[in-house]
T-cell receptor
């Protein structure tokens, strides 16, 4: 069966510090991978998605970046965090199938607080 | 354009039915989804409906789709306190991105 992991679960970082959040998927190959942010009281905002190793598409201009060094690993990074980067970060994956079904499976999330 | 809207809050009594509504704007959406998010957790897929269907029932859940009005609803029968959560609807945008566009989420509070 497929599982998705995110770490850390919670993180408190000072403004201006770097960030690295990791997401890994097990039990599948060639998934589409997604990073979302959920700010307090807001819906989900798609930040990045990836259809393959080294292939990253950005949805929203910001000081965050994403990388996919391996097929089932997706990393969200920042060189210098801003207060507005606080939020709940969710990683999701979608199986590579020929169907048009776009069901995505979500990880447990990382709660980031920037002080 | 891509925009999905939901009411922010719904309060019901335990045992009553809950109806959560959603409107979307992209008529080319092929699948529409309902996700549940419990406090501090990720999203869990509850159910989905294909755009050529009007209704789908799955145990206590009933999804109604009015494609003409681009309106989607989720009815939860016999609502329990364990149903308290945020419910997101999402529309599927096909193509290379395979994106899901999520609504703002509806917080369902179930009173005992």
């Amino acid at each position: 069966s497929q599982t998705i992991h995110q770490w850390p679960a919670t993180l408190v970082q000072p403004v201006g510090s770097p960030l690295s959040l990791e997401c890994t998927v097990e039990g599948t190959s060639n998934p589409n991978l997604y990073w979302y942010r959920q700010a307090a009281g807001r819906g989900l905002q798609l930040l990045f998605y990836s259809v393959g190793i080294g292939q990253i598409s950005s949805e929203v201009p910001q000081n965050l970046s994403a990388s996919r060094p391996q097929d089932r690993q997706f990393i969200l990074s920042s060189k210098k965090l801003l207060l507005s980067d606080s939020g709940f970060y969710l990683c999701a994956w979608k199986p590579l199938t020929i169907r048009s079904h776009n069901e995505q499976f979500f990880g447990p999330g990382t709660r980031l607080t920037v002080l | 354009g891509e925009d999905v809207e939901q009411s922010l809050f719904l309060s019901v009594r335990e045992g009553d039915s809950s109806v959560i509504n959603c409107t979307y704007t992209d008529s080319s959406s092929t699948y529409l989804y309902w996700y549940k998010q419990e406090p501090g957790a990720g999203l869990q897929l509850l159910t989905y409906i294909f755009s050529n269907m009007d209704m789908k029932q799955d145990q206590r859940l009933t999804v109604l789709l009015n494609k003409k009005d681009k309106h989607l609803s989720l009815r939860i029968a016999d609502t329990q306190t364990g149903d308290s959560a945020i419910y997101f609807c999402a529309e599927s945008i096909n193509g290379a991105t395979n994106k899901l566009i999520f609504g703002t989420g509806t917080l369902l509070a179930v009173q005992p």
